[in-house]
């Protein structure tokens, strides 16, 4: 038997609706829409893709997109100074920069200098602290998304076995505190973690966010686990595949995403939502509910 595939797709456009419906009645209400301001250094061909993602989700939605585009030999001063007017710019509500960022420039330390409530992508050490306390604010885009599609299937996360295999910063590491806060037990798996294979087969909801291609064999899989597979790879040949076998995997799980349309356009739908969110936060502070 085959699993029930996870429309990625088909859910982030039934968000990014809905942020549509709602930037409408916010501007009804005489406020102006809410604003992106994405920032692109140098030429990255994959981050190119991803950003024109983003601009056309914001022009669909209504939300202000304000693109900057520094060159790749941008210093990290000029950089910060950038995100300093960003944060004083009354018409941002949201500030996004693109990573990976050239190696002469600290990512942590520009992601640290954007204001916590424009912080949009949810990276800030203040939001990330915010969700591990279980007090959220601005969620990190890729492990909200995976929450949202594991609501829209049902999952229930009361007492459930769940393993992340990957602890970045942005993917991995808040995926095990948004599972954590939903009631899951929780086990992250990384680059030292000893037979990878016997925690994988532990999980009814697996999340896999490594980036590379095929790292988790489908023979793993606790039969009828959900199998969420946050892995973009570029193959050879052209073709997209995630970090899960998927033919194997589909075999034994009940649930997957497939790559591409499952988790990657969830990322960009919860940008856009974080995006109206913190505009509408910003705008109470300043003139109260509307
Ligand atoms: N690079 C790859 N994905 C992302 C993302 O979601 N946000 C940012 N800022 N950079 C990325």
Known sequence: MSAQLIDGKAAAARITQSVKQLVEQRVSRGRRPPGLAVVLVGHDPASEVYVRHKRIACDYCGIVSKAHY??????????????????????????????????????????????????????????????????????SCTPYGVMELLAGIGETFHGREAVVVGASNHVGRPMGLELLRAGCTVTTCHRFTVNLQQWVQRAEILVVAVGKPGLVSGEWVRPGATVIDVGINRMADGRLAGDVDFHSANERAAWITPVPGGVGPMTVAMLMKNTFDAAEARSRLADGPR
């Open 70 to 139: 520094p060159n790749a030999d941008i210093s990290e001063l000029q950089l910060l100074t950038m995100i300093d007017e960003l944060n004083a710019d009354d018409e941002i509500d949201g500030i996004l920069v693109q990573t990976p960022l050239p190696a002469h420039i600290n990512a942590e330390t520009i992601i640290e200098r954007i204001r916590p409530d424009k912080d949009v992508d949810g990276f800030h050490p203040y939001n990330i602290g915010r969700l591990a306390l279980r007090l959220p604010t601005l969620r």
